[in-house]
């Protein structure tokens, strides 16, 4: 899948996501929130996900966008499609550095004085170099998803792809090819930040580091 194909799928993910949510998440309660799910982000992320990835086949992975807050309790904050080099979710296509970048925006859109950086060949976003406030993308189990209490009912995540497969088509069609994605080796790219060690920490606040706000 090149850029403009992977663009293209995004547009298309982003405009069939609102009417998708009214379809396949009426009536479902956040677990989180004791409160009725809306959309994509209110915690059916992890649904548009699974549903994709069945759509698009062997080439997907679902992962999920890790947060490390001040009192050192790392989370699954997000929960996105990757296919090759390219992440999905209602908004759309994003790069690796977009989806890290996009937990540096507040709600309001201030950024919160995080630095993106390189280590180990991914991305991850820190503030102030310091073991709080981080965010990576990596791999999740059904155990991490019982823990944040996310919601993933089989019968919803089944009627979602069913509407995918309606209004996206076939794969091909999108540039997506059956090769199988690479797991088992990046499960939590970069390991919890308090693992980390000072060196590493060090290291990374003398770097050429991109982006630094």
């Given at each position: 899948m090149n850029g403009e194909q992977a663009t293209r799928l995004g547009q298309a993910i982003k405009d069939l996501s609102p009417e998708a949510a009214v379809k396949i998440l009426k009536g479902l309660i956040s677990a989180n929130y004791k409160r009725k799910i809306t959309d994509f982000k209110d915690g059916g992320c992890y649904i548009l996900a699974r549903a994709l990835a069945r759509w698009a086949g062997p080439s997907a992975e679902v992962l999920g966008l890790w947060v490390v807050d001040g009192d050192f309790e790392d989370g699954l904050d997000h929960v996105v499609l990757r296919i090759g080099d390219w992440f999905f979710d209602q908004d759309g296509a994003s790069?690796?550095?977009?989806?890290?970048?996009?937990?540096?925006?507040?709600?309001?859109?201030?950024?919160?004085?995080?630095?993106?950086a390189m280590r180990g060949g991914r991305i991850v976003a820190c503030a102030r170099f310091d073991r709080h406030y981080c965010a990576w993308v990596g791999t999740f189990t059904s155990g991490d998803l019982r823990k944040q209490r996310y919601r993933y009912p089989p019968d919803k995540i089944y009627a979602l792809q069913a509407f995918v497969n309606e209004r996206l088509g076939k794969p091909d069609r999108w540039g997506i090819d059956r090769t199988p994605a690479l797991r088992g080796d990046e499960s939590k790219f970069y390991g919890a930040?308090?693992?980390w060690s000072s060196e590493e920490f060090d290291a990374l606040k003398h770097s050429d580091v991109e982006n630094r706000r």
């Open positions: 790069t690796e550095r977009e989806i890290v970048e996009r937990w540096r925006q507040n709600e309001d859109g201030a950024v919160k004085g995080l630095v993106t930040p308090d693992e």
